[in-house]
């Protein structure tokens, strides 16, 4: 099971344990990941992903799935959200 963000990629990082004395062993971070159902508004249904907390923050100051979808780069996103936002935009240009 990957600990990647599905909308922007972030995942673990390394780092060390430092102790009172200094001593130092390796660790990582984890992302805050959620599995959460996003709505979208163009499709009228649900998407379950695996997303971190402060991507669901920016989810909800964009305005939604679709328009932060609209402004993600394809590189960051995971194979299943790269769907999803093809499907939304063929969607928007069947609707205009």
Known sequence: MSRRCELT????????NVSHAKNRTRRRFLPNLTETALMSETLGRTF???????ALRTVDHRGGLDAFLAKAKDVDLSANALKIKKDIVKAQA???
């Open 9 to 16: 990629g972030k995942g673990p990082m390394v780092g060390n």
């Open 48 to 54: 379950r992903l695996k997303v971190s907390t402060s």
């Open 94 to 96: 069947e609707a205009a």
